[in-house]
């Protein structure tokens, strides 16, 4: 009987830990996700006091410059989860670039997608 109650209370600190580590996962991805997002539009205000044009490529070089610790595969810088994160820029009066994450759930188009946008006058 004592090692029956041994062998329950190991049960349930071996659950609790390992949802704490969970938790604990997630939410160090959600941080790496949201630092990264920023250093895309860090990135491309740099690239624009440069007077160079902001393009994807020139942010994820720029980023890979400023923290070569980030995530790339094929080009493309990863979020947390070890997907790629989304670069939109849209030329006007104004540049307007748009970084984006997926987010936990890794589908598009979702609450818990991660985003930020920064909108940049031609030096």
């Not at 600190?13 to 920023?38: C, E, K, M, R």
């Not at 923290?67 to 810088?77: C, E, F, H, I, R």
């Amino acid at each position: 009987m004592k090692y029956l109650f041994v062998a329950a209370v190991f049960v349930v600190l071996a659950l609790v830990f390992g949802f704490s580590y969970n938790i604990v996962s997630q939410q160090i991805s959600l941080v790496h996700t949201q630092d990264t997002l920023a250093q895309c539009l860090l990135a491309a205000s740099r690239l624009n006091k440069e007077n160079v044009v902001i393009t994807e490529d020139k942010i994820v070089s720029k980023v890979f410059e400023l923290d070569p610790s980030n995530d790339v595969a094929n080009g493309m810088l990863l979020d947390g989860w070890g997907k790629p994160i989304s670069i939109q820029i849209e030329r006007g009066e104004t540049i307007i670039v748009s970084v984006s994450s997926m987010g936990k759930d890794l589908k598009e188009q979702t609450a818990d997608d991660l985003a930020k946008e920064a909108a940049f006058t031609a030096e």
